[in-house]
Protein backbone atom coordinates (compact mmCIF):
# COMPACT_ATOMS: atom_id res chain seq x y z
CA UNK A 1 0.00 0.00 0.00
CA UNK A 2 1.19 3.34 -0.56
CA UNK A 3 2.67 5.11 2.76
CA UNK A 4 0.91 7.12 4.33
CA UNK A 5 1.98 10.99 4.70
CA UNK A 6 1.58 12.62 7.90
CA UNK A 7 1.05 16.35 7.73
CA UNK A 8 1.68 19.37 10.33
CA UNK A 9 -1.76 20.46 9.33
CA UNK A 10 -4.21 20.97 6.63
CA UNK A 11 -2.88 23.76 5.06
CA UNK A 12 -0.10 21.97 4.02
CA UNK A 13 -1.87 20.64 1.10
CA UNK A 14 -4.82 22.94 0.56
CA UNK A 15 -3.81 24.12 -2.40
CA UNK A 16 -4.18 20.67 -4.12
CA UNK A 17 -8.15 20.59 -4.00
CA UNK A 18 -11.23 22.54 -4.54
CA UNK A 19 -13.40 20.69 -2.27
CA UNK A 20 -13.41 18.67 1.02
CA UNK A 21 -15.85 16.38 2.27
CA UNK A 22 -15.67 16.03 6.11
CA UNK A 23 -16.39 13.61 8.59
CA UNK A 24 -18.61 15.24 11.38
CA UNK A 25 -18.11 12.85 14.43
CA UNK A 26 -14.58 12.59 15.57
CA UNK A 27 -13.06 14.87 13.44
CA UNK A 28 -15.13 18.49 14.55
CA UNK A 29 -16.64 17.12 17.51
CA UNK A 30 -16.80 14.47 20.00
CA UNK A 31 -20.10 14.66 20.89
CA UNK A 32 -19.72 16.90 23.91
CA UNK A 33 -17.39 19.48 22.53
CA UNK A 34 -16.62 21.19 19.51
CA UNK A 35 -12.77 20.94 18.42
CA UNK A 36 -12.17 24.63 17.46
CA UNK A 37 -8.76 23.88 15.73
CA UNK A 38 -10.56 21.82 13.28
CA UNK A 39 -13.66 24.41 12.75
CA UNK A 40 -11.18 26.89 12.34
CA UNK A 41 -9.34 24.78 9.89
CA UNK A 42 -12.27 24.05 7.54
CA UNK A 43 -13.22 27.81 7.85
CA UNK A 44 -9.74 28.63 6.49
CA UNK A 45 -10.35 25.81 3.49
CA UNK A 46 -13.89 27.44 2.45
CA UNK A 47 -12.27 30.97 2.79
CA UNK A 48 -9.37 29.91 0.43
CA UNK A 49 -10.19 27.13 -1.83
CA UNK A 50 -13.88 26.17 -1.89
CA UNK A 51 -16.48 24.21 -0.43
CA UNK A 52 -16.78 22.09 2.53
CA UNK A 53 -19.61 19.08 2.39
CA UNK A 54 -20.19 17.79 5.81
CA UNK A 55 -20.96 13.55 5.33
CA UNK A 56 -21.87 11.83 8.57
CA UNK A 57 -23.55 8.86 8.73
CA UNK A 58 -25.76 10.30 11.49
CA UNK A 59 -28.68 8.79 11.18
CA UNK A 60 -31.32 11.80 11.53
CA UNK A 61 -31.81 13.89 8.48
CA UNK A 62 -29.38 16.78 8.12
CA UNK A 63 -31.41 19.66 9.36
CA UNK A 64 -31.72 17.29 12.55
CA UNK A 65 -27.97 17.74 12.99
CA UNK A 66 -27.24 20.93 11.75
CA UNK A 67 -29.15 22.04 15.14
CA UNK A 68 -26.87 19.89 17.06
CA UNK A 69 -23.99 21.51 15.63
CA UNK A 70 -24.91 24.77 16.17
CA UNK A 71 -25.45 23.82 20.11
CA UNK A 72 -21.84 22.55 19.89
CA UNK A 73 -21.13 26.01 18.27
CA UNK A 74 -19.53 24.61 15.14
CA UNK A 75 -19.21 28.07 13.28
CA UNK A 76 -21.43 28.11 10.15
CA UNK A 77 -18.49 29.25 8.67
CA UNK A 78 -16.46 25.63 8.88
CA UNK A 79 -19.14 24.04 6.79
CA UNK A 80 -21.55 24.76 3.35
CA UNK A 81 -23.74 21.52 3.17
CA UNK A 82 -24.88 18.56 4.67
CA UNK A 83 -25.13 15.02 3.60
CA UNK A 84 -26.20 12.45 6.55
CA UNK A 85 -27.06 8.71 6.20
CA UNK A 86 -30.54 9.35 7.59
CA UNK A 87 -30.83 11.64 4.34
CA UNK A 88 -29.42 8.26 1.65
CA UNK A 89 -31.43 6.12 3.76
CA UNK A 90 -34.87 7.50 3.59
CA UNK A 91 -35.49 6.59 0.37
CA UNK A 92 -35.14 3.01 0.95
CA UNK A 93 -37.50 3.12 3.86
CA UNK A 94 -40.31 5.02 1.96
CA UNK A 95 -40.17 2.59 -0.60
CA UNK A 96 -41.03 -0.25 1.71
CA UNK A 97 -44.30 2.00 3.26
CA UNK A 98 -46.13 0.78 4.81
CA UNK A 99 -44.23 -1.96 6.33
CA UNK A 100 -44.50 -2.40 9.23
CA UNK A 101 -41.31 -1.72 10.13
CA UNK A 102 -39.32 -2.91 13.37
CA UNK A 103 -37.35 0.53 14.47
CA UNK A 104 -34.55 -0.21 16.55
CA UNK A 105 -32.70 3.30 18.14
CA UNK A 106 -33.73 6.14 20.46
CA UNK A 107 -36.32 8.74 20.31
CA UNK A 108 -34.60 11.51 18.66
CA UNK A 109 -34.22 9.78 15.18
CA UNK A 110 -38.25 9.38 14.83
CA UNK A 111 -37.52 12.87 12.85
CA UNK A 112 -36.21 9.75 10.20
CA UNK A 113 -39.73 8.15 9.75
CA UNK A 114 -41.58 11.61 9.01
CA UNK A 115 -43.51 11.34 6.39
CA UNK A 116 -42.94 8.17 4.85
CA UNK A 117 -46.22 6.66 5.94
CA UNK A 118 -44.79 3.77 8.20
CA UNK A 119 -46.04 1.59 10.18
CA UNK A 120 -44.68 -0.05 13.09
CA UNK A 121 -44.37 -2.96 14.85
CA UNK A 122 -42.34 -5.66 16.98
CA UNK A 123 -39.56 -8.11 15.55
CA UNK A 124 -42.32 -10.42 15.64
CA UNK A 125 -45.04 -8.83 12.93
CA UNK A 126 -42.80 -6.65 11.49
CA UNK A 127 -41.93 -6.72 7.60
CA UNK A 128 -38.42 -5.38 8.12
CA UNK A 129 -36.15 -3.63 10.58
CA UNK A 130 -34.56 -0.10 10.30
CA UNK A 131 -31.82 0.19 12.63
CA UNK A 132 -30.26 3.81 13.80
CA UNK A 133 -28.27 2.51 16.77
CA UNK A 134 -29.08 1.05 20.03
CA UNK A 135 -32.35 2.47 22.54
CA UNK A 136 -29.93 3.39 24.66
CA UNK A 137 -26.33 3.92 23.54
CA UNK A 138 -24.67 4.70 26.93
CA UNK A 139 -25.52 1.39 28.88
CA UNK A 140 -26.26 -0.98 25.84
CA UNK A 141 -24.49 -3.47 23.82
CA UNK A 142 -25.18 -5.25 21.01
CA UNK A 143 -25.81 -8.62 22.94
CA UNK A 144 -29.01 -6.87 24.69
CA UNK A 145 -30.59 -6.88 21.21
CA UNK A 146 -29.25 -10.53 20.32
CA UNK A 147 -32.59 -12.78 21.31
CA UNK A 148 -35.12 -10.34 19.84
CA UNK A 149 -32.85 -10.07 16.46
CA UNK A 150 -32.62 -13.93 16.53
CA UNK A 151 -36.52 -13.95 15.97
CA UNK A 152 -36.38 -10.86 13.01
CA UNK A 153 -33.10 -13.41 11.21
CA UNK A 154 -35.37 -16.20 11.42
CA UNK A 155 -38.26 -15.01 9.85
CA UNK A 156 -36.38 -13.57 7.19
CA UNK A 157 -36.38 -9.88 7.96
CA UNK A 158 -33.90 -7.35 5.97
CA UNK A 159 -32.40 -5.16 7.88
CA UNK A 160 -31.77 -1.66 6.95
CA UNK A 161 -28.83 0.11 8.85
CA UNK A 162 -29.35 3.75 8.95
CA UNK A 163 -26.03 4.69 10.76
CA UNK A 164 -23.05 1.67 9.35
CA UNK A 165 -20.76 3.38 12.61
CA UNK A 166 -19.93 0.73 14.60
CA UNK A 167 -18.39 2.78 17.63
CA UNK A 168 -17.85 6.37 17.90
CA UNK A 169 -16.38 8.48 20.67
CA UNK A 170 -18.60 10.66 23.13
CA UNK A 171 -16.45 12.61 25.53
CA UNK A 172 -13.85 9.89 26.59
CA UNK A 173 -16.13 6.82 26.27
CA UNK A 174 -16.83 4.83 22.77
CA UNK A 175 -20.14 4.20 22.43
CA UNK A 176 -21.74 1.35 19.92
CA UNK A 177 -23.41 2.46 17.33
CA UNK A 178 -26.02 0.85 14.23
CA UNK A 179 -23.09 -0.82 12.75
CA UNK A 180 -22.49 -2.99 15.60
CA UNK A 181 -25.76 -4.16 15.72
CA UNK A 182 -26.06 -4.88 12.13
CA UNK A 183 -22.69 -7.06 12.43
CA UNK A 184 -24.54 -9.15 14.89
CA UNK A 185 -27.66 -9.71 12.51
CA UNK A 186 -25.19 -10.74 9.70
CA UNK A 187 -24.01 -12.98 12.50
CA UNK A 188 -27.04 -14.24 12.94
CA UNK A 189 -27.98 -14.86 9.36
CA UNK A 190 -29.92 -11.94 8.62
CA UNK A 191 -29.34 -9.40 5.75
CA UNK A 192 -28.27 -5.74 5.96
CA UNK A 193 -28.81 -3.32 3.65
CA UNK A 194 -26.56 0.24 4.24
CA UNK A 195 -26.81 3.62 2.13
CA UNK A 196 -24.02 5.47 4.35
CA UNK A 197 -20.05 4.77 4.21
CA UNK A 198 -18.52 3.11 3.45
CA UNK A 199 -21.38 2.79 0.42
CA UNK A 200 -22.09 4.68 -2.78
CA UNK A 201 -25.12 6.52 -2.28
CA UNK A 202 -23.96 9.22 0.23
CA UNK A 203 -20.42 9.55 -1.47
CA UNK A 204 -22.84 9.81 -4.51
CA UNK A 205 -25.23 12.66 -2.75
CA UNK A 206 -22.32 14.53 -1.72
CA UNK A 207 -20.54 14.70 -4.55
CA UNK A 208 -23.39 16.08 -6.31
CA UNK A 209 -23.69 18.37 -3.67
CA UNK A 210 -20.36 19.89 -3.54
CA UNK A 211 -20.53 20.30 -7.71
CA UNK A 212 -23.56 22.31 -7.19
CA UNK A 213 -21.85 24.63 -4.58
CA UNK A 214 -18.85 24.61 -6.72
CA UNK A 215 -20.49 25.29 -9.77
CA UNK A 216 -19.04 22.88 -11.85
CA UNK A 217 -18.30 19.29 -12.22
CA UNK A 218 -15.54 19.16 -9.78
CA UNK A 219 -12.15 17.06 -11.09
CA UNK A 220 -12.62 14.28 -8.31
CA UNK A 221 -8.60 14.10 -8.18
CA UNK A 222 -9.28 17.63 -6.01
CA UNK A 223 -11.77 16.38 -3.98
CA UNK A 224 -10.28 15.09 -0.78
CA UNK A 225 -12.29 13.12 1.99
CA UNK A 226 -11.46 13.70 5.92
CA UNK A 227 -12.27 11.59 8.60
CA UNK A 228 -11.67 9.05 11.60
CA UNK A 229 -13.19 6.07 10.61
CA UNK A 230 -11.44 3.31 8.95
CA UNK A 231 -14.18 1.06 8.01
CA UNK A 232 -16.34 3.56 7.25
CA UNK A 233 -14.27 7.31 6.11
CA UNK A 234 -11.50 5.56 5.05
CA UNK A 235 -12.82 2.75 3.01
CA UNK A 236 -15.37 4.75 1.19
CA UNK A 237 -13.03 7.61 0.25
CA UNK A 238 -10.95 4.16 -1.34
CA UNK A 239 -14.12 2.90 -2.87
CA UNK A 240 -14.47 5.95 -4.63
CA UNK A 241 -10.90 6.17 -5.70
CA UNK A 242 -10.64 10.11 -3.61
CA UNK A 243 -7.84 11.06 -1.20
CA UNK A 244 -8.24 10.20 2.06
CA UNK A 245 -6.98 13.03 5.27
CA UNK A 246 -6.88 10.33 8.10
CA UNK A 247 -7.92 11.55 11.55
CA UNK A 248 -6.00 9.71 14.20
CA UNK A 249 -7.18 11.39 17.08
CA UNK A 250 -10.23 10.04 16.80
CA UNK A 251 -12.11 6.31 17.21
CA UNK A 252 -9.03 4.63 16.52
CA UNK A 253 -6.69 6.78 18.98
CA UNK A 254 -5.85 4.24 21.11
CA UNK A 255 -4.74 2.15 17.86
CA UNK A 256 -2.60 4.18 16.30
CA UNK A 257 -1.43 7.32 18.34
CA UNK A 258 1.53 6.48 21.40
CA UNK A 259 1.90 8.88 24.31
CA UNK A 260 0.56 12.12 24.58
CA UNK A 261 -1.24 11.29 21.74
CA UNK A 262 1.61 11.64 19.05
CA UNK A 263 0.62 9.90 15.88
CA UNK A 264 2.49 6.84 15.38
CA UNK A 265 3.74 5.83 11.62
CA UNK A 266 3.93 2.50 12.02
CA UNK A 267 1.22 1.57 14.17
CA UNK A 268 -1.12 3.47 11.62
CA UNK A 269 0.15 1.59 8.51
CA UNK A 270 -0.76 -1.66 10.54
CA UNK A 271 -4.31 -0.69 11.43
CA UNK A 272 -4.30 0.44 7.54
CA UNK A 273 -3.32 -2.62 6.33
CA UNK A 274 -5.68 -4.91 9.02
CA UNK A 275 -8.59 -2.93 7.42
CA UNK A 276 -7.33 -3.01 3.76
CA UNK A 277 -7.62 0.42 3.32
CA UNK A 278 -5.06 3.20 2.96
CA UNK A 279 -4.83 6.55 3.67
CA UNK A 280 -3.06 9.75 1.72
CA UNK A 281 -2.75 12.02 4.48
CA UNK A 282 -2.77 11.29 8.35
CA UNK A 283 -3.14 14.25 11.04
CA UNK A 284 -3.69 13.67 15.10
CA UNK A 285 -6.24 16.08 15.02
CA UNK A 286 -7.23 18.45 12.03
CA UNK A 287 -5.75 21.35 12.21
CA UNK A 288 -4.89 24.12 9.38
Same mark, same amino acid.
Given at each position: ??????????????????????D???????????????????????????P???????????P??????????????????????G???R?????????????????????????????????????????T??????????????????????????????????????G?????? &?? /? %? @????????????? #????? *????????????????????????????????????????????????????????????????? &?? /? %? @????????????? #????L *??
Amino acid at each position: MPETRILSGLGEIADRYDAILSDVWGVIHNGRARFPGACEALAQFQKARGPVVLISNAARPSPEVAVQLDGLQVPRESWSAFVTSGDVTRPLLGARAPGPVWAIGPEQASPLYDGLGLEFAGPEDAAFISCTGPVDDETETPEDYRASLSIAAKRGLTMICVNPDKRVQRGAKLIYC &GG /A %L @ADLYVELGGDVVM #AGKPY *APIYEASLKTADELAGRALDRKRVLCIGDGLSTDVLGANRQRLDVLFIAGGVHAADVTGPGGALS &GE /A %L @AAALDRHESNAAF #ALASL *AW
